[in-house]
């Protein structure tokens, strides 16, 4: 029932923007955290951000300041807004819910980053 579907990745360079998109359906939303990660290839999948349901939101240390997560509860999105990119951004990107001790994941949507 729990559906994440990503979008708004691509190929940008260095300096550039993206924004991401995840689509949530078959839970109530509004009342879960929304989270972010990454996976770069040979890498650990890391949290990127997340956006609690009351709006309280985390960066990792490396994307402070650049990226932004927000949510629309209305329309049951949780985006991450990606300024000043760097090749190091460049991953797959997933959006991840948990839901009664369940982690779901999106398909993921790959950012790369040129230089």
């Known amino acids: 029932q729990v559906q994440l579907v990503e979008s708004g990745g691509g190929l940008v360079q260095v300096g550039g923007s993206l924004r991401l998109s995840c689509a949530a359906s078959?839970?109530?939303?509004?009342?879960?955290?929304m989270s972010w990660y990454r996976q770069a290839l040979g890498k650990e999948r890391e949290l990127v951000a997340f956006v609690s349901s009351g709006g309280s939101t985390f960066y990792v240390d490396s994307v402070k300041g650049r990226f932004t997560i927000s949510r629309d509860n209305v329309q049951n999105t949780v985006y991450l807004q990606m300024n000043s990119l760097k090749p190091e951004d460049t991953a797959l990107y997933y959006c991840?819910?948990?839901?009664?001790?369940?982690?779901?994941w999106g398909q993921g949507t790959q950012v790369t980053v040129s230089s």
């Open positions: 991840k819910v948990r839901k009664d001790a369940l982690d779901y």
């Open positions: 078959g839970f109530t939303f509004r009342s879960y955290t």
